[in-house]
């Protein structure tokens, strides 16, 4: 693996798999434009630009400090380079910028999923349970609310079903009760904070099993003030629409709930849209993508054990298939 120029904490996941699937999109047009829609420190970028050096690199990212570290990271390509600070539903937009059609323009795709290893590893931005941080959450720090705004403003009901529906937490009603008791007297501000309130609201029986208690109220609290579920649901059409003929694409999801999105907009995708009565495939309407993957791809062992932030990702990858692509 390839740890880059920022020190061993960010190691690219799968980044061999990543380059097995995507490679031979990249290997089939001078110039091909390979699309990383959540760049973070440009660990992948880094490998494709040194690796195929006809390429072009266009590049997203919702954090500005992660665009500043990784454009310079990127400096000996700038050339062939454009970054575009966006969530990565604006893929449309961010193509137009650079000067290509939101629509068949894009040769290989690189959707990584989940927070970043630079937001991880800097405790002041809060996503980390083991560290007591400002619960911040953000990964875009210039806009919108934190998780502190969440825990002390959402009432009962609203914030029950975010930890129940994103962080998938059985316990989700008796811990928004037990946030609402508390912040009465004193306004959540910390990680901390919170930490001992899931600490104390969750059974310890339970706690026992399904690792840290504070992982799922995390994960909840980190989907739902970045709006990673809304974002995706848009984001994977639109990057599925903007593969060229012949382009490949791949998906890093880390939760459930990611991977669950993908898997419905590919099953979508590769499904023939003859209708099921007619006995002979109408021409153009057969399936747009074929899958390259069987079923999510899991990191392998030795992978898990070089860089453990690998053990949760499931990868899914396809490719447009030349002959069903429509005018």
């Given at each position: ?63 500005t400090e992660a665009l500043k570290l990784a454009g ?36 290989a795709i690189l959707m990584d999923l989940g927070v ?60 928004a009760s037990e946030v609402l008791r508390r912040r ?144």
């Open positions: 693996m390839h740890p880059g120029n920022d020190g061993p904490r960010h190691v690219p996941v799968l980044l061999d798999r990543a380059d097995e699937i995507l490679g031979p999109a990249m290997d089939t047009v001078d110039g091909a434009v390979y699309l990383d829609c959540t760049l973070g420190l440009g660990g992948h970028a880094e490998h494709f630009l040194r690796t195929y050096p006809n390429i072009r690199l266009i590049g997203l990212d919702r954090d310079e990271r990127l400096r000996p390509y700038e050339n062939r380079i454009t970054l575009v600070h966006t969530r990565y539903d604006g893929i449309a937009d961010a193509l137009e910028q650079a000067g290509l059609p939101p629509l068949r323009s894009v040769q970043s290893s630079m937001q991880l590893d800097e405790a002041e931005r809060g996503f980390a349970y083991s560290i007591d941080a400002p619960l911040d959450m953000r990964m875009d720090s210039s806009t919108g609310p934190t998780a502190a705004d969440v825990l002390n403003t959402y009432g009962h009901g609203d914030l029950a079903r975010v930890l129940k529906v994103y962080g998938e937490e059985r316990f989700a009603g008796k811990i009465q007297k004193t306004p959540f501000v910390t990680s901390a904070q919170l930490v001992e309130l899931l600490y104390d609201a969750i059974p310890a029986a339970a706690r026992r099993t399904g690792g840290h208690p504070a992982k799922r109220t995390f994960q909840a609290l980190r989907v739902e003030v970045n709006r990673e579920l809304e974002s995706l649901e848009a984001a994977v059409p639109a990057a599925l629409d903007a593969l060229a003929p012949g382009g490949r694409i791949v998906f890093m999801s880390y939760q459930s709930l990611e991977d669950r999105v993908v898997k419905a907009e590919l099953a979508k995708r590769t499904a023939s849209r003859t209708p099921l009565d007619l006995p002979v495939e109408l021409p153009g309407m057969g399936p747009e993508f074929k899958i390259l993957t069987r079923g999510a791809e899991k990191a392998t062992e030795q992978e898990i054990e070089d860089n453990p932030r690998a053990t949760p990702v499931r990868m899914r990858a396809a490719e447009r298939i030349v002959g069903e692509v429509q005018a």
